[in-house]
């Protein structure tokens, strides 16, 4: 584990690998792959509040971001437990959209008694603002009550529901540049 990342990133990341192993245990519902490479890509609008000036180590977070728009090789898990992918769950909601341009790192999908359940964990070139504002609209935009959330220029967070569908999200700027985004949800 990298050694400059911050209590509050271990703590997202160990949430999200114990709801990952939870799903492990489950029935496995299979893996969706991602969008083809040749689809055209979407323009990214501009979301979130405007970001103060970076701190030092963010800066030099920013200068490890291949210039090219890809997810630096290095940011992917170089091991995958059983049973967990590095793709978009076949169960994960459809009315909660894939950040544009981010790329799954690892995902499971479960059924657990009768309930729907889907993490996954996705890499992005962008600020967690920029992430926060993009799914704050969209999940609205898509009839998802926001229940609780937080945005600062280095992590953020949102608990949304809709219907009998529960989300959690977890935005933190990775150490290696760019966010990592963290999606459970349970239907």
Do not use: H
Request: net charge negative; aromatic share 8%.
């Amino acid at each position: 584990m990298d050694r400059s990342r911050t209590l509050t990133q271990q703590f997202f990341a160990m949430a999200f690998a114990i709801a990952l192993v939870g799903l492990t245990a489950a029935c496995d519902s299979g893996t969706q792959e991602p969008d083809a490479p040749d689809a055209p890509e979407a323009a990214v609008p501009e979301y979130g509040a405007p970001e103060a000036a970076p701190e030092p180590e963010v800066a030099e977070m920013a200068r490890e971001t291949p210039t090219d728009g890809s997810i630096a090789a290095d940011r992917f898990p170089m091991e995958l437990l059983d049973g967990i992918t590095a793709a978009v769950p076949d169960n994960f909601p459809g009315d909660i959209p894939i950040y544009p341009g981010a790329e799954p790192a690892q995902g499971k999908g479960a059924e657990v008694e009768g309930s729907q359940n889907a993490g996954v964990q996705l890499l992005s070139n962008d600020s967690p603002a920029l992430i926060f504002g993009f799914y704050e609209d969209r999940l609205k935009a898509n009839g998802w009550q926001i229940d609780e959330s937080r945005n600062d220029p280095m992590t953020g967070m949102i608990n949304a529901s809709k219907d009998s569908c529960k989300a959690s999200m977890f935005f933190t700027a990775s150490p290696k540049g760019g966010t990592d985004i963290f999606i459970v949800t349970q239907c």
